[in-house]
């Protein structure tokens, strides 16, 4: 796991019999505006920010009473294993700034901050949403709106994908928009509060999957990702381009596996008499799952103008030998296409 930075914890810790006002100096002390409640062998028991103090205080508690009373024993927190990511992700994902880990113990390990792991985690590389599309086969549910900006839980689609992203260390996010796209350009604006740059590429007709790739501003220098904006997934992103990286592609398509049940016992039949019988079985296929990360040289093999299939694309690589590499999936993905989907992703959600 790669380390973030971490802030100073003696200066964030209090004990438990400690008051009120010596979890303010606490707070005040560290800038990060929550104080860790530690018991005296250094195990984490609660947290408290500013507002669970300014809610006690209203309550009628004191600045000399127990900080126990401005305590939130139920706090959000991380293993040791988790990796800089998915701690990242939580932070955005969850609003807020800070999260500890702690060890099967219950022991304070370190603090994950956002602004630490934020800094300097910067790949360079762009990535790409496609995020113009009608959603159609969803029917009402994009009437007054479009697919990526569907909610799911407690915000749209398209910025838990904005989050994933970000989480990789992929600043700057291009947003290929067109069915409705002021809703999106309103709700992401430049990106500042997505702590990335969100550019858009506007299509005045649908251009496809890849087409809108030819309406980037500069040409990248290094692999882009690219995406399909009606995704909800937490692929390793860093392990994606890192396969991308190692294997030399000018292509990496991200897979899912697929598997097809048959409700009923199949027979093979040759000529005329039955040879075997299978009770229900398994067809498995490898689905391609709408994630990509492209070279350089495979995007001058976009057309300048009009629409065009990533399908398109990855054909005409192979047709030049340029190598197309396959990373199968074992992360969480689901594809929000239909409205059965959609409220799956919704119950799971819950």
């Not at 880990?101 to 602004?115: E, N, Y």
């Not at 928009?177 to 590429?201: K, P, Q």
């Amino acid at each position: 796991m790669n380390s973030i930075e971490k802030a100073p914890l003696e200066t964030l810790v209090v004990k438990p019999e400690a008051t009120i006002r010596d979890a303010m100096v606490a707070i005040n002390r560290s800038g990060l505006e929550v104080a860790l409640i530690c018991d005296s062998r250094n195990r984490l028991i609660a947290m408290t920010t500013d507002g669970d103090i300014r809610r006690a205080l209203l309550r009628g508690e004191s600045l000399e009473s127990c900080i126990m009373t401005a305590a939130n024993p139920r706090f959000t927190k991380l293993s040791p294993e988790t990796e800089r990511s998915e701690a990242v992700q939580t932070m955005l994902m969850g609003g807020i700034r800070c999260v500890p880990v702690v060890d099967a113990d219950g022991t304070l390990v370190r603090l994950h901050t956002l602004w630490a792991a934020l800094l300097g985690q910067d790949t360079g590389s762009f990535a790409v949403v496609m995020a113009g599309g009608k959603g159609e086969r969803l029917g009402e549910l994009t009437h007054g709106l479009p697919k990526p900006m569907l909610p799911v839980g407690d915000r749209p689609i398209l910025e838990r994908i904005v989050n994933l992203i970000v989480s990789h260390g992929i600043r700057r996010i291009f947003l290929s928009v067109n069915h409705m796209a002021s809703m999106i350009e309103d709700h992401f604006g430049n990106g500042t509060g997505f702590h990335c740059r969100i550019e858009y590429l506007r299509e005045r007709e649908a251009l496809g999957t890849a087409g809108a790739l030819k309406l980037l501003p500069v040409r990248p220098t290094q692999p882009l990702l690219v995406m399909n904006g009606d995704l909800l997934t937490n692929v390793n992103l860093t392990k994606l381009f890192a396969l991308h990286a190692a294997a030399g592609n000018a292509a990496t398509v991200a897979l899912r596996r697929h598997v097809m049940k048959v409700p009923y016992g199949v027979c093979k039949v040759e000529g005329g008499q039955v040879v075997s019988l299978e009770e229900k079985p398994e067809f498995g296929y490898d689905i391609n799952a709408g994630i990509y990360v492209l070279s350089p040289e495979s995007l001058d093999l976009v057309p300048e103008v009009g629409p065009f299939t990533m399908t398109s694309l990855l054909d005409n690589c192979m047709a030049r030998k340029m190598p197309v590499g396959a990373y199968r999936m074992q992360e969480s993905w689901q594809d929000i296409g239909l409205p059965s989907e959609f409220q799956s992703a919704q119950r799971t959600e819950k």
